[in-house]
């Protein structure tokens, strides 16, 4: 099987921009000569690699496919920096879930030298999927069986504990209503940290209402504004549980969440930067899950 480097470069080009005709654009082609290198490789591989739905789906030979056109292009890009001073710089993408970018992982990436990095915000229980379809070399996530083709390590636990305001908190568990009636603040319908500890603690998670509030730190303030309670990690409420701000609602109860690190099983010094960055700052994490 050979496979052309326009060809591949075409699919990716489908894959980030979810249409033929914006591939095009991005490419500064034709359409019809991206339909054209379609038709190449899927004649190459012998199997249909894009259905032509709006937007565009990989097929799963497709999504290897952009995966590997993914591998060649920073494999080039190393070179081409190797090589002399060309202004290119190798981009490594990687899936974050928001409470770490917005606590500990952003410091992986500022002392990185001569690498550009992509960051895709996703939840860690759903961050798989971006490594398998190859939009993502590596991820952030709580599942430790690698993807194929990836390697996984351990990197440390984010201890979450429900948290509210200590008027909050006097007005909906003084009295002995608590968790099945106060309502919650949920990041988003992704999020099941909340509604994983109602279960834990017996209570049906369909009973108290809940808000939901898409971003880490807005997230923190609306705990904080008395919107509901909340499951936050201790490395972004230590300062308002110090200040009073916020108290714990159910004794010492906590959820442990252990990260990982995954990402292409492809030596790459670049990627091999970001991964050693990575575990560098994620010092600062639990060194293992303990019930509570």
């Known amino acids: 099987m050979q496979l052309h480097p326009e060809q591949l470069r075409a699919l990716a080009a489908i894959a980030d921009e979810g249409s033929f005709e914006a591939a ?5 082609v034709t359409p019809s000569a991206v339909s054209q290198r379609m038709r190449a490789l899927e004649t190459e591989v012998g199997r249909v690699v894009v259905r032509r739905s ?8 497709g999504r290897l496919l952009v995966r590997h056109a993914r591998q060649l292009a920073l494999l080039d890009a190393e070179l081409a920096a190797a090589i002399g001073p060309s202004g290119a710089r190798p ?24 690498v550009s990095v992509e960051l895709l915000r996703e939840d860690q229980a759903h961050s798989l999927e971006p490594l398998r379809d190859g939009t993502a070399m590596a991820a952030i996530t709580s599942e430790a069986t690698p993807v194929a083709g990836c390697t996984s390590e351990p990197l440390g636990v984010m ?5 509210a305001t200590p008027a ?9 209503r608590g968790l099945a009636d106060a309502p919650i603040v949920v990041f988003d319908r992704k999020d099941d940290l909340q509604d994983l500890h109602l279960r834990r603690r017996r209570v049906d998670p369909a009973l108290p209402p809940r808000s939901y509030v898409p971003s880490s730190h807005d997230f923190l303030r ?6 509901g309670w909340g499951m936050l990690p201790d490395e972004q409420s230590a300062e308002a549980l110090a200040a009073g701000r916020l ?3 159910d004794g010492d109860r906590h959820l442990d969440v252990a990260l990982h690190w995954q990402q292409w099983r492809l030596r790459s ?16 994490l639990r060194d293992s899950p303990v019930a509570g």
């Open 54 to 61: 709006r937007p565009v789906q990989l097929t799963d030979a």
């Open 269 to 284: 010094a670049p990627l091999d930067a970001v991964a050693a960055a990575v575990r560098a700052a994620s010092s600062v």
């Open 159 to 163: 201890r979450y504990r429900p948290l």
């Open 168 to 176: 909050f908190a006097e007005r909906w568990f003084a009295d002995g």
């Open 91 to 114: 981009r490594v993408t990687v899936v974050v879930n928001a409470d770490s970018l917005a606590t500990w992982a952003l410091d992986a990436f500022t002392p990185l030298d001569g």
């Open 24 to 28: 095009a654009a991005r490419l500064g």
């Open 247 to 249: 108290v714990r609602i």
């Open 222 to 227: 609306a705990v904080e504004l008395g919107m």
